[in-house]
């Protein structure tokens, strides 16, 4: 359930509906029902993750509009979104993301610091940090987090096989 310019916007087992003034309005995509998994907003926008729409922008004028295009992402099974007015966090099974909303940069924070989207069951974010809530834990590290990871992670051989001989 999501508060959002005077109606609460709710997913249900049916699919997502409007309630305000009263009155309850199945919310459509291309004349199918949405199946949220995730909302998130702030004062102006609201982003609806979905099972297999992807992610969709409930506009002003209540229309939807189908964000993945926007962002290059080629995903559709949106797990958890945080948006914060600067960054649309994205995250599904396999992977988490970060959207920049001013400059429209998709970064796969995943791939560099080896974070998987199927072990995230939360994100929330303050000014400074995302916090990532896992199975194994608590994680937090920079909104601004870059995309390569600085530190190189140590290799090791623990021994070479060849031709079945250790």
Known sequence: MQWHKGEVILSLNGG??????????????????????TMS??????????LSHGILEYTANKKL????HF?????????LL?????YLWICTNLSLYRFNMLSNTLVNISKSYGISGKNISSIQCDENKIYLATYKGLVEFPRNISRDNPVS????????????KK
């Open 41 to 50: 907003s702030d004062s102006n926008r609201l982003f609806i993750g979905t």
């Open 65 to 68: 509009v189908k964000f993945n």
């Open 153 to 164: 992670p140590n290799t090791f051989i623990d021994y070479i096989h060849y031709q079945n």
């Open 16 to 37: 997502t509906f409007s309630y305000s003034n009263g009155q309850v309005k199945e919310i459509l995509y291309n004349g199918e029902s949405i199946f949220a998994t």
């Open 82 to 86: 945080n948006y914060d007015g600067e």
């Open 71 to 79: 962002l290059g992402l080629k995903e559709n099974d949106i797990k």
